[in-house]
C-alpha cells in the first residue's frame, strides 16, 4: 500500500509493528512517524538534490530562492537561467551541475515523472539513477517522499545510520552496504521503518528530525572534508575562540542550520556554521540546544574544531539545564569517558572551568570532578589540576 495518506501510513505503520519489536519499543515509548509526503515532479526532485547536506531550513530557503528566479519553474526555463542567477539563488556547483543535468533529462523526456509513478520501485529506482547527478540516496528520498512506495529504505542516509545504531545498540554506525542489509527485516515495510528511525533520531538528537544525505556527487573533485577543512580553519576557529559579543545579524540562522553546517562535508558550510556559532549566538541558547551541541562535540571529527566547540559551549549555555548537560558531556570527555586524547581533555577541562564560573552552583560538582581526575601521564593535565586542586 503506497503511504501517500495518513490513514496508509497507519496501515503500513501497524504491519512494521506486528513485524518487529523494537519498532513497537520504540513506539510504546513515543516515537510518532509523521507523514512526510511531498509534491512529485520536476520541482519535488529539485528540491531533494537542494536537501542535500543542508537543514530543512537552508534548503527550503535555497529552494524558494530558485524558484523565485526560475518562474514558472520548469526544466525549459531553468535550462534558460544563466548560471550567474543560480548561483545567486545560493546554489553550489555540484548541485548547479545535478539541476541542470535532471533538467535536461526532464526536458528530453528521457525523464517521464508521469511514468515513474507506475513503475515499481525498482524500475523507478533505476531510472532515476540513470540520470547524472541523481544518486541513490536522492531516488530513494524522491520515491518515499514524493511517490509513496512503502518499501524503499535510502541506507546511505547518515541519520538513519547513526538511528539504527543506537536503536539496534551496535558498537559502531552501520555503512551504507551493513544498513541495506539490516532494512531487510523490516521489509515490506521499510520506508515506514525509515520515518520510524527519523523520528527517533530527532528525539534522540533533540533537534530538527533533519534528512542528512550522504555525499552523491563525488565526482566534483572536491577533497575530503577533513582536508578542506584544515587551510582555512584558523578564522572560524577565532571566531569561535573569540566571539563577537556585539554581532547581531538581521536574520540570524536557526540553530537546525548552524548544527547541520557543522556537520556537513561542504568546507564552506563548516566555516559558516562555525563562525556563526562563535560570533553570532549570544543568547537564546537552551537545554535543548546545549544537548545537539554537545552531540555535535562528541561527533566532530576534526579536532581543532572538536576542542574549539567545547569552550563555545560553555560560553553560551545561559540557564541551569543548559548548563548542567552540558557539564555532564563536557565531564565524560575529561575523564576520557569516551576515550579522548590530552589535549581533548584539557579543552573540556577548560570550557568546564568557564562553565562552572558562569554558573557557581556547578562548583560541588566541578571540584568533586577534579578531586576524581588522574592526568594520565600528561604533563599538561597534572599542572591544570595542581593549580585548581
Given at each position: 500500500?503506497?503511504i ?7 496501515a ?5 509493528l ?21 509534491d ?8 531533494i ?6 537543514s ?6 535555497i ?6 528566479a ?14 550567474e542567477?543560480l ?10 551541475r545535478?539541476?541542470i543535468?535532471?533538467?535536461?533529462a ?9 511514468a ?9 529506482h ?11 540516496w536522492t ?8 511517490l509513496?512506495?512503502?518499501?524503499v529504505?535510502?541506507a ?33 515495510y ?9 523520528a527517533f533520531y530527532?528525539v ?15 565526482d ?8 578542506a577543512?584544515r ?23 536557526g ?9 556537513a562535508?561542504?568546507v ?13 549566538l549570544?543568547?537564546a ?12 562535540i562528541?561527533?566532530?571529527p ?25 557539564f555532564?558531556a ?24 568557564i ?23 600528561s604533563r ?10
Amino acid at each position: 500500500m503506497l503511504i501517500d495518506s495518513e490513514a496508509a501510513l497507519q496501515a503500513n505503520l501497524r504491519g512494521l509493528l506486528a513485524l518487529d519489536p523494537v519498532m513497537a519499543d520504540m513506539h510504546a515509548a513515543g516515537v510518532i512517524p509523521p507523514l512526510r509526503k511531498r509534491d512529485g515532479g520536476f520541482g519535488g526532485l529539485i528540491a531533494i538534490i537542494m536537501a542535500q547536506q543542508l537543514s530543512v531550513a537552508s534548503a527550503a530557503a535555497i529552494t524558494a530562492r530558485l524558484r523565485a528566479a526560475v518562474a514558472p519553474f520548469s526544466p525549459e526555463n531553468l535550462l534558460a537561467t544563466p548560471v550567474e542567477t543560480l548561483i545567486a539563488a545560493g546554489l553550489s556547483q555540484p548541485k548547479i551541475r545535478a539541476t541542470i543535468s535532471v533538467a535536461e533529462a526532464a526536458a528530453s523526456g528521457r525523464l517521464d515523472f508521469e511514468a515513474l509513478a507506475g513503475m515499481s520501485g525498482e524500475a523507478a529506482h533505476a531510472a532515476l539513477v540513470d540520470v547524472k547527478g541523481i544518486g541513490p540516496w536522492t531516488a530513494d528520498i524522491y520515491l518515499l517522499f514524493c511517490l509513496g512506495h512503502p518499501d524503499v529504505f535510502p541506507a546511505g542516509d547518515l541519520a538513519l545510520q547513526e538511528a539504527a545504531r543506537l536503536a539496534l545498540h551496535l558498537e559502531t554506525r552501520p555503512d551504507e552496504t551493513l544498513m541495506a542489509t539490516l532494512a531487510g527485516r523490516w521489509s515490506p515495510y521499510r520506508g515506514v521503518a525509515a520515518l520510524m528511525l527519523w523520528a527517533f533520531y530527532a528525539v534522540t538528537r533533540g533537534r530538527e528530525g533533519v534528512i542528512s544525505a550522504p555525499a552523491e556527487l563525488a565526482d566534483t573533485g572536491r577533497p575530503s572534508p577533513g582536508r578542506a577543512w584544515r587551510p582555512g580553519r584558523r578564522a572560524a576557529l577565532a571566531a569561535l575562540l573569540q566571539p563577537d559579543d556585539s554581532a547581531s545579524p538581521p536574520d540570524m540562522p536557526g540553530w537546525a542550520d548552524i548544527l547541520e553546517a557543522l556537520h556537513a562535508s561542504d568546507v564552506d558550510m563548516r566555516r559558516a556554521g562555525a563562525a556563526t556559532l562563535g560570533g553570532q549566538l549570544t543568547g537564546a541558547f537552551d537545554s535543548r540546544h546545549a544537548g545537539a551541541l554537545a552531540g555535535r562535540i562528541a561527533a566532530e571529527p576534526e579536532p581543532a574544531l572538536r576542542r574549539a566547540l567545547m569552550p563555545a559551549a560553555a560560553r553560551l549555555a545561559s540557564d541551569a539545564a543548559s548548563a548542567s548537560r552540558l557539564f555532564a558531556a563536557l565531564s565524560r570527555v575529561a575523564a576520557s569517558q569516551d576515550g579522548g586524547r590530552p589535549a581533548d581533555r584539557l579543552a573540556a577541562l577548560g570550557a568546564l572551568d568557564i562553565l562552572t564560573r558562569r554558573h557557581p552552583e556547578l562548583t560541588a560538582r566541578w571540584r568533586r570532578l577534579l578531586a576524581s581526575l588522574d592526568a594520565g601521564g600528561s604533563r599538561r593535565l597534572q599542572q591544570f589540576l595542581a593549580k585548581r586542586l
